[in-house]
């Protein structure tokens, strides 16, 4: 258990529908980051906060946002979703935004687009 | 830009054989190198990571892997494979400008008995 929890494990909605992701990063933590896992693009950067400010912008799309809460918890928006949308989405934490340090990976969401 | 580049998306070993899980480096910045590993219906695990200091580096579940800056490799290696070692493992890279995670294809490694 990395101490990373992600929540809803699995999601199922229909294309132009609207989701929230939900994450908690180990205690501690002061940065969070979004990865996005399919079969075609491979694991992908989406999006990092750190202490409730973006950090860096990887590959989002424009449909996708996120935010970093005070108590620290992360949460990603998915609208207008479409059948490509369906992957894996990790959340990962580190203790500082420093390049060196690890990231710990939660379990994931599972989000299918039907 | 860095990238990094897993040779074989497939490797299979028997119980007991060397592992060996290839991953090449591009970085115009001094890297940071990890591995991942992934077990089914599971989250990433960092196994090791290079930063700075010594190039040969030893992780958890008996694997290492050794820095090699003139050939920019970053191979993992186990001398015994073990079939709970059996995972998708993927090589990621970080620099000094960003501490996001670039990560290769993966490498799937099956363990027969």
């Known amino acids: 258990d990395s101490g990373v929890t992600q929540t809803p494990k699995h999601l199922i909605t229909a294309t132009g529908q609207r989701v929230t992701l939900r994450c908690s990063p180990r205690?501690?933590?002061?940065?969070v980051y979004w990865y996005q896992q399919s079969l075609d693009q491979g694991l992908q950067f989406l999006i990092q906060?750190?202490?409730?400010?973006?950090?860096a912008k990887g590959n989002i799309l424009e449909r996708f946002s996120a935010q970093q809460f005070p108590d620290l918890h992360s949460e990603l928006n998915l609208s207008s979703l479409e059948l490509g949308d369906s992957a894996l989405y990790f959340c990962?934490?580190?203790?500082?935004?420093?390049?060196?340090?690890?990231?710990?990976f939660g379990p994931g969401t599972r989000l299918t687009v039907t | 830009a860095q990238s990094v580049t897993q040779l074989g998306s497939h490797v299979s070993v028997s119980e007991g054989a060397l592992v060996l899980l290839r991953c090449n480096y591009s970085?115009?910045?001094?890297?940071?190198l990890f591995w991942y590993v992934q077990y089914p219906n599971q989250g990433l695990q960092l196994l090791l990571k290079?930063?700075?200091?010594?190039?040969l580096v030893k992780g958890i579940n008996g694997f290492e892997a050794e820095f090699k800056k003139s050939e920019t490799s970053f191979h993992l290696t186990k001398p015994s494979a073990h079939m709970s070692d059996a995972a998708e493992y993927f090589c990621?890279?970080?620099?000094?400008?960003?501490?996001?995670?670039?990560f290769g294809t993966g490498t799937r490694l099956q363990v027969f008995p």
């Open positions: 990962a934490s580190s203790v500082r935004s420093v390049a060196d340090h690890e990231q710990y």
């Open positions: 205690s501690g933590d002061l940065s």
């Open positions: 906060y750190y202490n409730g400010e973006e950090r």
């Open positions: 970085s115009s910045v001094p890297p940071y």
């Open positions: 290079y930063t700075t200091g010594a190039t």
């Open positions: 990621a890279v970080s620099g000094a400008n960003t501490d996001k995670l670039i």
